[in-house]
């Protein structure tokens, strides 16, 4: 089985992140018919927006359960992770 690295995947399909975001996109190129008609010869893709977990809105599901579970102490974890680490580290 041959191993890809993603980076390269991305950039040999013309991936690129605009400047001051990090939103990636593959841009396909416009083509034209011999008449003008605009088309595109390949799928492009652009992330247009992403999630962002804020874990603040289980302030009130927590604090219903009995006080000895400590369940509100999921909200004062100081460790800093990405918003994906968050959700995953609450769920379980």
């Keep these: 089985m041959t191993m890809f690295v ?3 995947l991305f950039h040999k399909l013309g991936g690129s992140q605009g400047a001051g975001f990090d939103f990636a996109a593959i ?3 416009v083509l034209h018919t011999p008449h003008g008609t605009p088309y595109l ?6 992330v247009l927006a992403r999630p ?3 874990l603040e809105g289980l302030v009130g599901f927590l604090g219903g359960f009995d ?3 400590h369940f509100p102490a999921y ?3 100081s460790t800093s992770l990405p918003d ?3 959700l995953s ?3 379980i």
């Design 75 to 77: 909200l004062e974890d």
């Design 27 to 29: 841009h396909s190129p």
């Design 41 to 46: 010869a390949r799928p492009g893709v652009v």
């Design 67 to 69: 006080e000895a579970l």
């Design 84 to 86: 994906g680490a968050r």
């Design 52 to 54: 962002s977990v804020n």
């Design 89 to 91: 580290a609450v769920s």
């Design 6 to 8: 993603p980076e390269a």
